[in-house]
């Protein structure tokens, strides 16, 4: 079973930056989309960013002009470069992998906390 996991997450000042990582292990074909989502308590997750296999991005009104989103596929790794962050970026940020056959895989979550 594919595994996904998370790093990178951590306690910044508004202003800051941060860098996640996500990196996909054990039996795989290939890997369609990846991607980065969040959710704050008591609210929905939602889409951050996402890149195709050929690195096509999408991002979220809200992140367009901070984040960005890379991936390697030779390490089966994507990124998330986060600067100029918010209170309103705290969440725990999710990575995605659409897996081929597998489908979609969740990683375990990475805790962002952006203070005042």
Do not use: H
């Amino acid at each position: 079973q594919v595994q996904l996991v998370e790093s990178g997450g951590g306690l910044v000042q508004a202003g800051g930056s941060l860098r996640l990582s996500c990196s996909a292990s054990g039996k795989i074909f290939g890997i369609n989309a990846m991607g980065w989502y969040r959710q704050a308590p008591g609210k929905q997750r939602e889409l951050v960013a996402t890149i195709s296999s050929d690195g096509k991005t999408k991002y979220a009104d809200s992140v367009r002009a901070r984040f960005t989103v890379s991936r390697d596929n030779a390490k089966n790794t994507v990124y998330l470069q986060m600067n100029s962050l918010k209170p309103e970026d705290t969440a725990v940020y999710y990575c995605n992998a659409d897996l081929l056959l597998f489908g979609d895989r969740w990683g375990q979550g990475t805790q962002v906390t952006v203070s005042p």
